[in-house]
């Protein structure tokens, strides 16, 4: 059973930082894409960031802007999430997901391609 867990989430001021992991457990596949989600009260799910195995091809959300920076140790299965620079609009529980399926750069942001979630962590920012 694959199975996500995410962690890293908590309560930092504006500006400040944090480094978010996802460790995934009962993992058999060569070829992944993993990356990361984020939903705030009221709001849709939204991608963040999210990278393919096979060649490190990543996606970040254009509200990003060069603060997040994901990354991926494929001998732990684990990718990481650094936030920089955060924002009170940061303010999300942030879910980790991973899909088998053959993916290309483009289907990194969509939700739907992803079938393995984690329970998510929680950031929050404050002003």
């Known amino acids: 059973e694959v199975q996500l867990q995410a962690s890293g989430g908590g309560l930092v001021q504006s500006g400040g930082s944090l480094r978010l992991s996802c460790a995934a457990s009962?993992?058999?596949?060569?070829?992944?894409?993993i990356g990361w989600f984020r939903q705030a009260p009221g709001k849709e799910r939204e991608a963040v960031s999210c990278?393919?195995?096979?060649?490190?091809?990543?996606y970040y959300g254009d509200f990003v802007k060069g603060r997040f920076t994901i990354s991926l140790d494929n001998a732990k299965n684990t990718v990481y999430l650094q936030l920089n620079s955060l924002k009170p609009e940061d303010t999300a529980v942030y879910y980790c997901?991973?899909?088998?399926?053959?993916?290309?750069?483009?289907?990194?942001?969509?939700?739907?391609?992803?079938?393995?979630w984690g329970k998510g962590t929680q950031v929050t920012v404050s002003s």
């Open positions: 997901a991973a899909s088998e399926r053959p993916m290309s750069q483009v289907g990194l942001r969509h939700a739907t391609l992803y079938d393995y």
């Open positions: 990278i393919l195995s096979s060649d490190g091809s990543t």
């Open positions: 009962g993992w058999i596949f060569d070829d992944y894409a």
